[in-house]
């Protein structure tokens, strides 16, 4: 382990067996060491500062069957619901006159056309509403090249899609036949030629997953050339097929698990966007400040109408159900506070990752007139 840190620390560059080596690591100091090591690379590659992307979790209503999921098709024990636009927009106009540089819109997945033509009128008026400023992600899973473009061109600029697992085993395990992966791999390309960032993540701790997936996991992150990433421990949820299958779960091992996944993706991507993400705290009340400790710098803080919240359940005990946008924005703030880091209110905080794969640096006079909202710094993207 010590030659690994060695390693690290001379800039190597870590290969498949380092990487394993530090996800199964157990020994009692190495995960304070490996978050150390971790928080320094974050601090150095993209600064002690958190970016916050106000999710708005607009719909349960979906079209697929994943068996790991609390909102999945044949749930018929979920309560389905669907916001209006102007629940949406007011929840936007929330975002942006609290200073949140963007906004996650989610929702489960549908393709038909109502629907692609609903979120390309809202990306619009979102902007519209923002005079621009807010930036926008979209998680609203797998869609055609031809709507990801639509929707890139009204207006959103990121993209989330996780891959879920890159052990495509695994994968067939999770998802019903019709949900194939080369489908999924296929949507990342598409992602990224229509101009997104592009976001991807796994679920850590699902039953039969070993260090090695992992491993590869972060292989794989690296070799689609990914942007952000969004990952979170795997939760049971009672009302889906994977609950009969998954055995007990130890709470406090699979948010280790999730941390160690963390750091070392920071570890060996460096500069991309890494989220804490809310699954962590459903583990842990501390869960996404130890998530920043051990190398993410992006959070969602749930703007939901919370009248909503407790029908998005995609696991079980999903915290802050009840709290309104207001009081869980202020218990961030004090909560990032403690741990001594700064939020970039107003800014986008895109991935450095993103203009580096692009190899252009954002014109500074565009970013200007835009009043900087990227949150990037030109030397440290000449770095
Ligand atoms: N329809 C969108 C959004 C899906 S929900 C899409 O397909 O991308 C966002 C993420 O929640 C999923 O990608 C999955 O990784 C995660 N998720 C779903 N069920 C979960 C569970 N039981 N435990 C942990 N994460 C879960």
Do not use: W
């Given at each position: 382990m010590d030659k690994i840190f060695s390693k690290i620390d001379?800039?190597?560059?870590?290969?498949?067996?380092?990487?394993?080596?530090l996800l199964q690591s157990n020994?009692?100091?190495?995960?304070?060491?490996l978050c150390r090591k971790a928080y320094d690379v974050k601090s150095a590659e993209v600064g002690k500062r958190v970016y916050f992307r106000g999710i708005i979790e607009f719909s349960n209503i979906c079209s697929r069957d994943c068996y790991y999921c609390g909102i999945r098709k044949s749930n018929f024990h979920s309560k389905r619901f669907n916001m209006s636009d102007e629940e949406i927009l007011t929840a936007a106009t929330w975002a942006w006159e609290n200073h949140y540089g963007s906004i996650v819109l989610q929702s489960g997945e549908r393709n038909?056309?109502?629907?692609?033509?609903?979120?390309?009128?809202l990306c619009r008026k979102i902007k519209d509403l923002s005079h621009g400023e807010l930036g926008i992600t979209l998680s609203l899973g797998e869609q055609s090249p031809k709507t990801y473009r639509r929707w890139f061109d009204a207006g959103a600029h990121r993209y989330l899609l996780r891959i879920?697992?890159?052990n495509s085993h695994l994968y067939k395990n999770i998802h019903p036949a019709e949900s194939g992966m080369e489908q999924r791999i296929?949507?990342?390309?598409?992602?990224?030629?229509?101009?997104?960032?592009?976001?991807?993540?796994?679920?850590?701790?699902l039953p039969g997953q070993s260090a090695g997936d992992l491993a590869d996991d972060i292989l794989f992150y690296e070799k689609q050339d990914i942007d952000m990433i969004g990952m979170g421990p795997y939760i049971v949820h009672n009302q889906t097929p994977m609950a009969q299958t998954a055995g007990e779960i130890d709470a406090g091992e699979q948010l280790n698990k999730a941390l160690k996944m963390i750091a070392v993706t920071r570890l060996y991507l460096r500069n991309v966007n890494i989220a804490a993400t809310t699954a962590l705290q459903a583990l842990d009340p501390l869960g996404r400040e130890k998530g920043l400790l051990a190398g993410a710098n992006i959070i969602m803080p749930n703007i939901t109408?919370?009248?909503?919240?407790?029908?998005?359940?995609?696991?079980?005990?999903?915290?802050?159900?009840?709290?309104?946008?207001?009081?869980?924005?202020?218990?961030?703030?004090k909560r990032i506070k403690k741990i001594d880091e700064s939020i970039g209110y107003n800014q986008w905080g895109d991935s450095p990752h993103f203009y580096q794969r692009k190899l252009e640096l954002p014109d500074q006079d565009d970013l200007l007139s835009r009043g900087d909202r990227t949150g990037l710094n030109k030397s440290k993207i000449d770095a």
């Open positions: 001379n800039r190597g560059k870590l290969d498949r067996s380092d990487l394993v080596e020994l009692p100091g190495q995960m304070e060491k038909d056309s109502p629907f692609v033509d609903r979120i390309t009128a879920e697992t890159s296929a949507c990342l390309n598409h992602l990224r030629d229509a101009g997104y960032q592009v976001g991807t993540g796994v679920m850590i701790g109408d919370t009248k909503y919240r407790a029908a998005y359940q995609l696991y079980e005990n999903k915290p802050c159900l009840d709290e309104n946008s207001g009081i869980c924005r202020s218990c961030l703030e």
